[in-house]
């Protein structure tokens, strides 16, 4: 026998969470994981949430030896609490509450993106006051360098823009993308209104629910992601947000998610339960079934001759045609 209830469970412990994305390809599937995504936990009034950060962020971004997991600058290994906020002259005086996705882009202090531990993390507050609300972007940095020229800020050479931006270290580009897509997804309501009344915002986005970003940031975004792919940093952290606010980030349980609402997978359907490791459901003749290792049918049942249907083979979900 095969177990069905081994497999209809989503990755990281999110059993059932992202179901009613099952099936969903494309644009529908962002607006299905949107429907998911955007009901979280608060954490009560703004001002409280937003001072809670302070202490999520012990949970969500510390490093293994407890010190702040800054992915703005390397210069040197900050202190919960005692480097937390404050006046700050040069870079790595403190550490400060970053809006990866600028607030300036939604309208400020506006509930609840403004407290959304999925774009906040804590960063060196120079470089952060440097970064501002400048699109993420590809430079040569002539405006400005961080220690060990570990981030940088100048002129766009990416094909699109060529205003300024700023780009974070290579070691976290995958995680900045995987923020992008969440952002744009959670919240995909609400970005023509975003496009419409805050001019900062258009060069990241274009103005509507699909795809939602740019064409330059999309293409940028979606290369970051494929070069840096999820780490255990992310997935620790989305575990960690999860606990806290009760959402998840899809594009972090599912690597490579992205491929399925803007890639080369927009075709193939999003499978919550069995997404397997490369991301897709098999399309297999039955000889190509035929001789396989574990073949069961959707009751469970094991099976030795595979017609055309859905089965499981060697624990993954496949469409035999």
């Known amino acids: 026998m095969c177990f069905a209830s081994l497999w209809a469970q989503g990755p990281n412990d999110s059993g059932t969470y992202y179901k009613n994305a099952d099936g969903k390809k494309g644009a529908e599937l962002k607006t299905a994981l949107s429907g998911i ?25 510390a490093r293994p030896n407890g010190t702040v997991w800054d992915m703005y600058s390397n210069k040197r290994e900050m202190t919960f609490g005692t480097d937390q906020a404050g006046n700050y002259s040069q870079e790595g005086d403190v550490y ?24 906040m993390y804590p960063t060196d507050g120079y470089v952060n006051n440097k970064r501002s609300n400048f699109p993420f972007g590809e430079t040569n940095g002539e405006s400005y360098q961080s220690a060990n020229g570990f981030s940088k800020l100048g ?55 699909y795809p939602g970003l740019s064409q330059w940031q999309l293409e940028m975004l979606m290369k970051w992601a494929k070069a840096d792919p999820v780490s255990e940093k992310e997935t620790n952290r989305n575990i960690a947000v999860w606990g806290i606010q009760e959402n998840r ?30 991301g897709i459901i098999d399309l297999a003749s039955d000889s190509d079934a035929t001789g396989r290792r574990v073949t069961c049918d959707l009751s469970g049942r094991r099976v030795t001759y ?9 624990g993954r979900k496949v469409v035999v045609r």
């Not at 949430?49 to 971004?61: C, E, I, S």
């Not at 990866?100 to 774009?119: I, R």
């Not at 990416?158 to 700023?166: C, E, I, L, N, Q």
């Open 37 to 61: 995504i955007y009901d979280r936990t608060e954490g009560g009034t703004l001002n409280d949430a937003y001072k809670a950060l302070w202490t999520h962020f012990k949970t969500t971004d």
């Open 155 to 209: 002129k766009c050479t990416v094909a699109g823009y060529s205003g300024t931006v700023f780009e974070p270290n290579d070691e976290y580009k995958g995680d900045f993308a995987r923020t992008y897509f969440y952002m744009v997804t959670c919240y995909e309501e609400k970005l023509p209104d975003w496009y419409t009344n805050y001019a900062d915002s258009r060069p990241t986005l274009d103005g509507n629910t």
């Open 306 to 314: 595979a017609v055309k249907g859905i089965y499981i083979i060697d």
């Open 249 to 278: 980030n899809p594009f972090i349980d599912y690597p490579g998610l992205e491929d399925y609402i803007w890639g080369d997978k927009q075709d193939q359907s999003f499978s919550y339960d069995h997404y397997g490791d490369t």
């Open 96 to 119: 400060n509450r970053e809006h990866s996705f600028p607030n300036s882009w939604f309208g400020g202090k506006v509930m609840p993106m403004y407290t959304d531990l999925f774009h």
